[in-house]
Structure formats: C-alpha cells, structure tokens
C-alpha cells in the first residue's frame, strides 16, 4: 500500500472508513461527509487508485468501497477504532504486556465509550451483555437499564429485532458475519430518532460472539430524503423545460444525462441518446455542431452558440462540471428553442426599424433638410425596413409622365427603361391621388402612397417586391406615414423656403435703402461724373445683395453703349457689343431696353430671358440669376443706364424695384449738378445761338405777337418748374397774357415792376427746351422773342452732349435753326470769381432761393416781391425761404467782402 500523503479532502474521506474491512457505498461514505455524491464518488477514486481503499461493481450500476483491514487486526472493537493492536510491535512480534494495559477492562470501557457510535455486545439469548455511554444515552436510558435486557428493550421495531435475533447462528472460528439494518427508534421521552445498526457476529471456536455498532442517521437520512426530493424536482424540472434540451456528457464525450422537450427535433429519442457517444448517434450537421463546444467545456471554457437544426433555432450554452477540486469531470449543455423568438424578435426589430425611420424623418422634416437629401434618407430606410427589391419615391413631370427621383433595386435606378411596369404604378397613383395596392388587395407585393404636400399631388412613394404577400398592414402603414412625413417636409420646406426669400428679400432692401442712403452720400461732393458713376457702382457691391455693377453711357453716333465705370467685375462688356437701334441683331438686351423705353428694366431669371441671349455665356460664366437696368436720367436727359446684378434669382420684387429705381433719379441729378457747377466753374464754354421762327405757332394764341420780350434768368425748382426771369415792351403784355391762358406750360405770370420796361415773373410747368438747358448745366446768355421769332444764345461746359441738346431742341421745335457753335473763354473778372465762388459754396436750394429773390425784385426798394410771394412763387414755406436766403446772403458777402489773412513776415 502507497505512503504517498494525502490530502485533508482526501484523509477525511478515508476516516469514514473504520479498518473493518466493511465494504461501505458511495452514498453511505456520502452521508458522513458534507459534500455531494459526485464529489465523494471522485474522492473514493482518487483513493483507490493510490490503494487506499478497494472498490468492487455489484449489480449493474452499483459499486462498494472498502478499506482492507490490518494485518492482526481481528477484534472487533479495534477493528471499529481503526487502531494498531498495541499488543504487538511494528514488525508483528508479541509485545511486553505492559502491566495488563491492554486487557484491562475499564480501559477498555473507557475506549469504547469514547467512540462517537453507539457499541453493544449480546449474548446467545440476544439480551445487552455490555453497552458503552454513547449507546445508553442514544436510546434515552440509563446503562443499568439496558445491560441484561432484551434487545427489544432499547429497540422497539418488531421487524429490527427479528433480523437482530436471526443474527445468530453458528460460524465457524474466525468466520465472520455483517449484518446492516436501519431502523425507526422510539426514545420513552418521546425523541424519535433513525439508527443505522451494523450486527457483527464471530466465530470463536467456542460459540459466536455479536456486537453491534449503532449510529443515529437521522440527519444524514432528512439530507438524503431532501436530497431526494430535490432530484426528483430537478429531474421532472429538466424533463419539463419548455423548449430546450439539457444534456450531460462525460470526459469521453458519451452522453450521461438527457433531458428536456425538444430533444425529438433531431429525430433521437433520450434513450437513444444516454450512455451512447455524441458523435455516433447525432446527425453529422448537427454534432459538426455541438462537439467542439463540448470539448470546450470539457477543456474548462464555457461557449455559446445558436444552433439551426432544420428549420429550427436554438440559443445554446455550455460549460464544464467540476469536482471539489477544480477538475472538470464531466460537460453540460443547454439549448433553447428561440425560434418564435427570433421571429418576434425580427418583427420586433422590423417595427423598431420603421419606428426610428419613422422618428428620424419626423425629426429630419421639422428641422427643415432638404427634400431630396430627405427623400434619400427614405428611400434608404425603406430598403433596408421592408423585405421589398425596390423601392423609391417617383415624381411627376411637367408632360404627364412619371420619373424617378431616387431609388434602389433597379438595373439604372432611373425608373425608366429598368422598370416600365413600376412605372405605370406609380402613375395610376399619382393621377388618381390615392394609394395603390400591386397585385392582389388581400396579398399584395408592392404599395404605392401619393405624396401630396399642401393638398397637391407631387410624387408617390412606392415600395415593390417579388412574391404576393411582400406587404403586409404594418408595412403598408409605414409607407403611408413615411409618405405623409415626406408630404410635410416638402410642404414645410416651400414655406420655409418662401419666408427665407422674403426675409432676403427685406434683407435686400434694407442693404439697398442703405445702398442708396450711402449713394446719395457719396456722391455729394464728387467733382466729376466718373467719380460719381465709380462710386455708384462700388457702393452697390458692397452691399451683401449685389454682385457686380456697371454703368454705360449711350455713343448717339454709334447708337452703342459704351462703358463708363464698373465694380465687382473687369471687362465684362470686353468683346460685346450692345446696340439700343430699335431694329438692333442682335438685341442689346435688358439696357437697350432701358434706353429706348426710359424705363428700368428687371430679369427675373438671366438664364431663361431671352434678351440676355447676347451674353449668355456671360450670365453662366459670372454666375448671376437677375438684373437690374436703371436709366440715369434728369429732368429728361438720359446719361445713361445704371446696371445692377444679382446672384439670386428673382432678386428684385415691386419694393425692391421702386427703391433701386430712385438710384437712377438721384445719379442722373448729382452729374446735372456737377455739370451745372462745371460750367460755372469753367473758363472754357461752349456757347450756342439758335434761331427759331414762330416760336409759339403749336399753341393757339388769340392776340398777334407784338412788341419785344426776353428771358434773363431762369431759375429750376424742386418739382421739375422753373421761375423764369424776363422784361417786355409795353406793348408784348397783351400777347403774353394771351400766352400764359392758351399754353399749357405757362402756369402763371407775375408783373413784378410796370417799368418800362416792364419786368415779370413766369412760372412754367415741364418746359422741354428749359429742362434740357438746365439738365446739362448750362445757363441762358441772351433770350429775345421779337415779333413772335426767338434768338437764344446758351453756354456750356465743354463736355456736355451737344448733339442730344440739339436733337432736344428740334424734336420740340421742329424750325429750330443753330446759327453758331463756338468755344469761348470766360473772362476774369471779379464777377467771374463770384460765380465760381458761388457754385462751390452754395446748394441747390439756396442758389434757387437767392436768384429768384433777385430777380423777382426781392432786394428793390420799394420791394417788388416780398419774402411770402417769393417763397409762394418757389412753393416753399417763408420760414424756409428766409433761411435758405440768410445762408447764401452770408457765403455771398463772404466773396465779395472777405480778404485773404497775410502772414506777417
């Protein structure tokens, strides 16, 4: 037998054993020990394998385990205590008696009474010839009591007392008999208690000797009923799991243990499957599955896998057994059928789905995306929701017809040549506005739900699949609420749509009213026409709604526009001609119009105006979408078209065309001022003499012209009048007054002194020939109507447009006859240093207000016209009069009076 050391799991074990040589079960070594059969059944291997213990297999799933009994060993009693025989030495010799140690019976007693078991010893007659403590106190009653008496006096079952009493019987010496029984006992106190009684009998040659060994087993048999109880439960447990399998193999892969209701599955049946191999009566597709994951679990790691068997699915777990000792001893599995799981787990998810496509367009389509980036997100969703091939959102055309906006599952995924009959669908439910069920109502493979945002149809999203059934209510239900979101999304992003056009719209005319506002401010001031038109066209392209600018001024030779000032962009009339001939080809375009008409002209949308045909491939290559062609006009005069360009399309509404327009109105006044200051200020003139006979003829005079009358002075007014300054004959007053009731641009005629001669005042209404004077700067030198026939002599700056003055004169005085065209220079003379003065310092207004005070005889004494009459003359109010009047008095005394400040030296 091996020395080998055991372990402390190990030596308790083998201290159930009493040395005997009485072969126990594994259940009976598990009752003494506090751990389970499966760990004892292991630990009595692992003794004997190290000789410790035998073991034999009785019947056919049973097996004993005994501890061989030492050599010498043939009491009983030392046998129970598992002790060397003290009477012998270690090498087997009789040893000294040690002064009767051994035999002396109270030693003895006091040794059997230490035990933990109950001891009896009977004689013939079956009646107690010696109990120890342990045994008197187990049955409630005094030693005293039971020494002498019938074994039925502690043991009250008639049935254990008979296999007691049968114990007996002869032997032979040193033939030996175990006899094991359990028994209820009844203590007199009432205490109920299980024995387990093991009756030894010995032949001694003489007789037989029988003594017994008792131990109260009532907790170990509670244990094992409970136990038992619990096996039950857990094996009906197993058997009973719904839908799954459990399974038990050992280390040789052999299937121990089978439990469960879908073990038919495979077509085994459990008692097919227990004690046999896994590989040997599973189907090969299935153990290919299930045998790594055992050997992994027999190898100590725990696997899940999800096995199909047919057109079934199991959730599988498996793991390893171990003992009391961290060695796997054997491997269990766990499979669940999941298959309506994962089918409602599907549907779940396909819900799920639809509901997050759903909630992510609702979420897309309020936040405003734009619908094609939306109807993409959709036709995506779709696809990737719905078990349908194809699936897409079709819109109708401008012809009737239908064509693919976006979608998936077709050859060229333009839903023409790759799916006619698609196609029809989505007509049927776009022209009738309702959805569309493909293929049989009940059954249907595809669904086709209109898209009508704002109550119009614009589209229908359709969903297609291969079989009948593709679609079921949940699925048609979802393509109708993706269609109904997308519907709103459109809807919604129109509307947003048009509040962000009218909110740059304002935008626009908030920067245009500032662009105009910065306008007219810049150009006052401006000594020059080019610096004017420059600062035009820059100002406009600061402004954040603008792109470029430019102004042309019109060659009356050439009939062609010439340009004059550009910003934002450089040559952009380099290589082209525009032409403002009516019967121009190719057309000039938007500014020719502006020109010929006199009236601004806007394009909405460059790309598809026809008029900008000869620069279209200027409108793609600066990227504008609309124009604007302002007339730079004053009083009538044309100085050329102011051209503005956007790069938003329909950039210019009504509002935004009536503030624009003004800019026309106001560059045309500011170059009429500074031609009138140019002229002023310039020493070399152009000076015209005209002629024209019968100057009055178109109006219908009822008194002959007589006498003489001039026009010294005309002075301009804020609404387009003009007071015009003049003496006559005596005798030219009736025909005057004849003038001023029959010509509709004589308003009225003041005599401001009877002279002679007399002078007077005319106020007259749109004169043309007095406008065209006064729009160019010029200044009347020398008027005389004599006998009816006009000679006017008028000055200039030199760079005005003579040849548009004379086309003036003669388009409303057809008899017009230039008699000279001169250039002269002016002299300088103080008066000459006045005037130049005077246009430097003085505005507008107070130039008018001072020239007609002087010349409506304001300064006379006594006055010809009071400070009321003048300002009534001029239409102002005589506050405002008096005070344009002070300032200019004050810069004029300043000319003439004001001397320079010398330095002293």
């Not at 209701?261 to 599973?282: F, H, N, Q, Y």
């Not at 979101?485 to 749509?497: P, Q, S």
């Not at 019967?583 to 020719?592: L, R, S, V």
């Not at 007053?733 to 010509?743: G, I, K, Q, T, V």
């Amino acid at each position: 037998m091996t020395t080998e050391s055991l372990s402390p799991a190990l030596a308790e074990t083998l201290a159930v054993f009493d040395g005997s040589g009485t072969p126990l079960t594994t259940p009976e070594v598990t009752d003494d020990l506090d751990v389970g059969r499966r760990s004892t059944y292991n630990r009595l291997r692992k003794l004997a394998d190290r000789d410790r213990v035998e073991t034999k297999k009785v019947g056919a799933n049973a097996r004993v385990w005994w501890r061989p009994r030492p050599q010498g060993a043939d009491d009983p009693a030392l046998a129970a205590t598992a002790a060397p025989d003290p009477r012998t030495d270690a090498d087997g010799s009789e040893a000294p008696d040690r002064d009767g140690e051994w035999l002396d019976p109270v030693r003895l007693g006091r040794l059997l009474d230490a035990v933990r078991d109950g001891v009896f010893v009977l004689d013939g007659r079956d009646r107690y010839e010696w109990v120890n403590e342990t045994y008197a106190s187990m049955c409630g009653l005094d030693r005293s009591a039971i020494v002498g008496e019938h074994v039925s006096a502690a043991i009250d079952d008639d049935e254990t007392v008979d296999r007691i009493e049968r114990s007996w019987g002869p032997l032979a010496a040193g033939e030996r008999r175990f006899d094991r029984l359990e028994t209820a006992v009844s203590n007199p106190d009432g205490h109920e208690w299980t024995a387990e009684v093991r009756v030894t009998s010995v032949g001694t040659g003489d007789g037989v000797d029988r003594f017994g060994v008792v131990r109260d087993v009532t907790d170990r048999r509670d244990r094992e009923r409970a136990l038992s109880r619990a096996n039950t439960q857990l094996e009906t447990l197993i058997d009973s799991i719904p839908d799954g399998t459990v399974t038990l193999v050992d280390t040789s892969l052999r299937y121990v243990r089978v439990g469960g209701t879908t073990a038919e599955s495979i077509d085994v049946s459990k008692a097919e499957l227990e004690g046999r191999p896994v590989e040997s009566v599973l189907p090969e597709p299935v153990a290919d599955q299930l045998i790594p994951a055992y050997e992994a679990a027999l190898a100590g790691t725990a696997t899940d896998i999800e096995l199909t068997i047919g057109d079934r699915i199991y959730e599988s777990h498996y793991a390893p057994i171990r003992d009391d000792d961290g060695t796997v001893t054997a491997a269990f599995g766990v499979a669940h059928d999941v298959t309506e799981r994962e089918a409602a787990t599907r549907a779940l998810r396909r819900q799920l789905d639809r509901q997050e496509t759903v909630a992510e367009l609702t979420r897309r389509a309020f936040d405003g995306d734009d619908p094609d980036e939306l109807t993409e997100l959709l036709v995506d969703g779709l696809a990737d929701t719905l078990p349908v091939s194809r699936c897409g959102v079709f819109v109708a055309d401008a012809d009737g017809g239908v064509s693919l906006r976006y979608g998936t599952g077709w050859a060229d995924e333009d839903g023409d040549a790759a799916a006619p009959a698609d196609r029809r669908y989505a007509e049927r439910a776009i022209a009738s506005g309702e959805p569309l069920r493909v293929g049989d109502p009940e059954t249907p493979s595809g669904f086709c739900v209109p898209v009508r945002p704002g109550n119009t149809t614009w589209g229908t999203v359709a969903v297609f699949g291969d079989d009948p059934g593709t679609i079921d209510e949940r699925d048609a239900t979802f393509v109708d609420s993706v269609a109904t979101l997308l519907a709103v999304a459109i809807d919604r992003h129109r509307r947003e749509t048009a509040a962000e056009a009218r909110r740059e719209r304002e935008a626009a005319i908030n920067d245009l009213h500032d662009a105009v506002f910065d306008v007219t401010t810049a150009v006052i001031g401006r000594s020059t026409r080019g610096e004017i038109e420059r600062a035009v066209c820059e100002r406009l392209v600061e402004s954040a709604a603008y792109e470029f600018a430019w102004i042309g001024e019109v060659d009356e030779a050439a009939d062609t526009l010439s340009l004059r000032a550009e910003a934002g962009v450089e040559g952009y009339l380099d290589g082209v001609t525009l032409s403002v001939a009516p019967d121009a080809d190719p057309h000039g375009g938007p500014t020719a119009d502006a020109v010929r008409t006199g009236e601004p002209q806007f394009t909405d949308d460059a790309l598809t105006d026809p008029r900008h045909e000869p620069v279209r491939d200027r409108v793609h290559r600066y990227g504008f979408r609309s124009s604007a062609a302002i007339p730079v006009t004053h009083e009538g005069t044309i100085y050329g078209v102011l051209n503005v360009y956007a790069e938003r399309a329909d950039a210019f509404d009504s509002r935004e065309r009536a503030v624009i327009a003004q800019l026309g109105e106001i560059v045309g006044h500011a170059i009429a001022a500074t031609e009138r200051k140019r002229a002023l200020l310039s020493d070399e003139l152009v000076e015209l003499t005209f002629r024209i006979d019968d100057v009055f003829r178109a109006v219908d005079t009822e008194v002959e012209p007589e006498g003489t009358f001039s026009w010294d002075h005309m002075v301009p007014l804020d609404d387009g009048d003009f007071l015009v300054y003049g003496t006559a004959t005596p005798d030219a007053m009736p025909f005057l007054r004849d003038l001023e009731a029959h010509n509709p641009e004589w308003d009225s005629i003041t005599v401001r002194s009877s002279g002679p001669p007399v002078r007077y005042e005319l106020k007259a209404i749109d004169l043309p020939v007095f406008t065209a004077i006064a729009s160019r700067g010029g200044y009347i030198d020398r008027a005389v109507v004599d006998g009816g026939d006009l000679r006017l002599t008028l000055c200039f700056s030199p760079t005005v447009d003579i040849p548009g003055l004379i086309e003036t004169f003669q388009d409303n005085y057809p008899h017009t006859d230039l008699r000279r065209r001169r250039q002269i220079t002016r002299s300088y003379e103080d008066a000459v240093r006045i005037r130049r003065r005077m246009a430097g310092d003085l505005t507008d207004r107070q130039r008018t207000a001072l020239e007609a005070a002087y010349h409506a005889g304001f300064f006379e004494w006594p006055r010809d016209a009071s400070g009321e009459e003048v300002a009534a003359a001029m239409g102002i109010a005589p506050p405002t009069f008096h005070q344009h009047l002070r300032r200019a008095e004050r810069k004029v005394f300043d000319a003439v009076l004001a001397t320079p400040v010398e330095r002293a030296e």
